[in-house]
């Protein structure tokens, strides 16, 4: 049974137990509310940081590139030292940011440090890509505006710019390829532009029955009258091979490279033509079948209805 005076103690306590609460919720957020300037305050110089430190970073690379420019550094080299100096320039950004919450630089390359196998294994490829970017510069087997072909990748197309990690080519269709750089210095590469100028090669094949001097002289006619071949190169015509079906005769000339294509479509199409006007058959697969009298008759007994 409770006496007259223990509920006035009871309640008496639990108000005590309330303003302790009170007091202590109220000495908490006395306590925060500096952190939580602080922290604001840090933010805001982070963010001020990183924006000025983002305008610093494009004037340095638009100083590196326009100094490159001046000198005659190929426009491959540009690119991937634009690229280089870009993250190079974001890292320090980023430590200098982090200084400002009390992460200090030492502490970021002692993590860096001890985490540098893992992030090894990780970024092996990436690391891959980068050794082979600087390969490609070194080595030159191609540069930006060149026309190659991976044999690693198969893709082709022109290229458009030598990153830190890709290369990207523009293929011929207007797609964009973005192919890593440790492939490219690993497989072969095939340099369609890499001289000033092409040989255009020919092979047309004509009927056994054809006239092969008239089919020769038309030929070489249709090389020397093309106005993109170079004068200072030969022609070329000749017999390359007696096949099965047809006798084959080759063409050569010399082209500059950006007239390749162009040329070599033009010619076809012209030899096709000038053929057709003179009679030169150009054969194509034919199979000829031929029954023997006795297998027709039978054939045709066990075709006919039975009574």
């Known amino acids: 049974?409770?006496?007259?005076?223990?509920?006035?103690?009871?309640?008496?306590?639990?108000?005590?137990?309330?303003?302790?609460?009170?007091?202590?919720?109220?000495?908490?957020?006395?306590?925060?509310?500096?952190?939580?300037?602080?922290?604001?305050?840090?933010?805001?110089?982070?963010?001020?940081?990183?924006?000025?430190?983002?305008?610093?970073?494009?004037?340095?690379?638009?100083?590196?590139?326009?100094?490159?420019?001046?000198?005659?550094?190929?426009?491959?080299?540009?690119?991937?030292?634009?690229?280089?100096?870009?993250?190079?320039?974001?890292?320090?950004?980023?430590?200098?940011?982090?200084?400002?919450?009390?992460?200090t630089t030492a502490s970021v390359i002692a993590l860096l440090g001890s985490a540098g196998l893992t992030l090894g294994l990780a970024l092996q490829g990436s690391l891959a890509n980068f050794a082979g970017g600087v390969l490609i510069l070194l080595l030159g087997p191609f540069h930006v505006g060149d026309y190659i072909i991976s044999g690693e990748t198969g893709h082709e197309g022109t290229v458009k710019e030598i990153s830190t990690f890709y290369t990207r080519i523009q293929t011929a269709d207007n797609q964009t390829v973005m192919i890593p750089n440790g492939k490219l210095a690993d497989g072969a590469i095939v340099n369609v532009t890499g001289q000033q100028t092409r040989r255009v090669d020919l092979l047309v094949g004509i009927a056994y029955s054809a006239d092969l001097k008239k089919a020769k002289q038309l030929l070489w006619e249709l090389a020397e009258k093309e106005t993109r071949k170079l004068a200072d190169q030969p022609v070329q015509v000749f017999v390359s091979d007696l096949s099965d079906s047809s006798v084959v005769l080759g063409c050569r000339f010399w082209v500059k490279s950006e007239d390749y294509w162009q040329t070599k479509w033009d010619t076809l199409e012209a030899i096709k033509l000038a053929f057709d006007a003179d009679g030169i058959e150009i054969p194509f697969p034919q199979m000829d079948v031929r029954l023997k009298p006795e297998g027709l008759s039978e054939q045709l007994s066990h075709m006919q209805p039975k009574a």
């Open 1 to 103: 049974m409770l006496t007259a005076q223990e509920p006035s103690i009871l309640t008496e306590s639990i108000e005590n137990l309330q303003n302790v609460d009170k007091n202590a919720i109220q000495e908490y957020l006395e306590d925060l509310v500096p952190g939580i300037l602080n922290f604001a305050v840090q933010l805001l110089l982070a963010v001020l940081l990183y924006l000025a430190g983002k305008r610093v970073i494009t004037f340095i690379r638009s100083f590196l590139r326009k100094s490159l420019e001046r000198r005659g550094v190929d426009i491959g080299v540009r690119q991937f030292l634009d690229s280089v100096s870009k993250y190079c320039l974001f890292f320090i950004l980023w430590l200098t940011i982090l200084t400002l919450f009390g992460i």
